[in-house]
């Protein structure tokens, strides 16, 4: 047992949780009782001390002869003989009492115990007793005090009490602890499995989680949640390198035909000249996809937020609304937009300009020729909303989730590469907003989880 103890590691942890949490319910347990028998044991010195202050005062008003009487009652009322009562003169002569001479060291504030000489108890010619010694206001001294017989038993009465407590406190101490340390060893050793089998490189393995969790399962859904998002980021980043070599192969395979051709086709410096623009094209294009392709990325860390300030929606709109009313006009549609309320939110500008512009980019390419483009800022449940809307068909249900995807293009044949809505939906959760789409209009939403709520249309599904 003791070799299985020193070889397996989870059993020396459970060992040494056990033993940790054991002692400390041992030592609180041996501190209770310490706190327990000192409370008991000083509650009978003060109940003590109060009836010789009691006896003091007493005494004390009285006259000498109703003293002497009074003391005289009081040990013959005194059945037990537990209790010491004597009056002294000054030279230390006694008047009347049970006790022969006043004791040395005999305490005149708070009490001692010490021992006395009693006169009245048969065959007894000494004693121990707590005590004190007043002077009272004719010069004598009065000596109170009471036998310690009684209080020592009520002592051991508490020490019985508490050892008959104290033994089984510790041995369930001691059993709690190790089956604690054992529950804590398997939880801390389920988590070490675990990120074992993570730095393997297995992303999938999550933790158990009960259906009513205590803070160590709280503990494990984040864990699980944390891990979920970890390996989506991995799923994402080596996505990024299958997308990149899929969509490339294509334009750059056609690029090469096109240069190959041209060399060889090209007759005079024109042709060759019109060959090297349409593949400084392809190439823009190309340069176009992995600009978006690390931006996206870029906005995927959330380093930006540092940078984040107020931004005026309102003037947003309108500087939108002004770059593209150009571009709408040419290609035969109406750009109409309005403030119906103003609102600003924390931001990036120049992003939320970006994602504002591609939405109304889509719009105009992909509305009916002589059709209508809206954007409206105004206020919903609480919150700014940018809606941005067409007349065209907008986007199926059933391609919904597919258009945040990168390089998904949908079943139109427009020129892009599929990574507008990308590009919109990254710079929608570094502002803490959802991309959505409406079911009853061509409209694409930008809603902000808390305070600021941006709605706008499905659109197509290809930004450019």
Not at 246 to 269: F, S
Not at 270 to 281: K, N, R
Not at 335 to 340: K, P, S
Request: contains cysteine.
């Amino acid at each position: 047992m003791f070799s299985t103890f020193r070889t397996d590691p989870r059993a020396r942890s459970t060992l040494r949780w056990g033993g940790a949490i054991a002692a400390l319910l041992v030592a609180q347990s041996l501190l209770l009782a310490a706190l327990f028998w000192a409370l008991a044991t000083q509650a009978n010195v003060r109940e003590a001390e109060a009836g010789f202050r009691a006896d003091c005062r007493g005494y004390a008003a009285m006259a000498p002869a109703e003293r002497l009487e009074e003391i005289g009652e009081a040990l013959t009322r005194d059945i037990h003989r537990d209790r010491f009562l004597a009056l002294f003169r000054a030279n230390g002569g006694l008047l009347i009492g049970n006790v022969a001479r006043v004791p040395r060291a005999a305490p005149t504030q708070g009490s001692a115990v010490l021992p006395v000489e009693p006169t009245q108890l048969p065959g007894k010619t000494s004693d121990t007793a707590r005590l004190v010694v007043c002077a009272l206001p004719d010069g004598t001294r009065l000596l109170t005090g009471i036998d310690l017989d009684d209080i020592d038993h009520a002592d051991q009465v508490v020490e019985r009490a508490l050892l008959l407590g104290l033994v089984p406190g510790v041995l369930i101490a001691i059993g709690f602890g190790l089956s604690a340390g054992r529950r804590a060893a398997r939880q801390v050793d389920a988590v070490r499995q675990l990120t074992a089998r993570i730095a393997e490189g297995n992303l999938r393995d999550r933790l158990p989680v009960p259906a009513r969790p205590d803070s160590f399962g709280l503990l494990c859904a984040h864990i699980n949640t944390m891990l979920d998002r970890i390996e989506r980021l991995v799923g994402e980043v080596r996505g990024v390198g299958d997308d990149i070599a899929h969509q490339l192969r294509t334009p750059l395979t056609r690029l090469r035909a096109r240069i190959e051709r041209a060399m060889g086709d090209a007759a005079d410096r024109s042709a060759f000249g019109q060959a090297a623009a349409d593949s400084l094209t392809e190439i823009d294009k190309l340069l176009g996809m992995t600009a978006a392709l690390l931006r996206i990325r870029e906005l995927g860390d959330h380093a930006r937020r540092s940078r984040f300030t107020s931004v005026d929606l309102a003037r947003l709109i309108e500087d939108a609304c002004e770059l593209h009313r150009p571009g709408a006009e040419d290609e035969g549609a109406a750009l109409r937009c309005r403030i119906e309320a103003p609102a600003t939110m924390d931001g990036d500008a120049d992003l939320l300009m970006e994602a504002i512009s591609n939405l109304i980019d889509n719009a105009i390419k992909f509305g009916p020729v002589g059709g209508e483009v809206g954007v409206v800022l105004s206020i919903e449940h609480g919150a700014p909303t940018i809606t941005v809307s067409d007349q065209g068909a907008g986007v199926p249900s059933a391609e919904r989730p597919l258009v945040t995807q990168r390089f998904y293009r949908g079943r139109h044949d427009h020129d892009g590469v599929g990574l507008g809505l990308s590009l919109v939906n990254a710079i929608a959760e570094l502002h803490g907003m959802e991309l959505r789409f409406a079911d009853a209009a061509s409209a694409v939403s930008l809603a902000c989880r808390t305070s600021v709520v941006s709605r706008g249309m499905p659109l197509d599904p290809h930004l450019r």
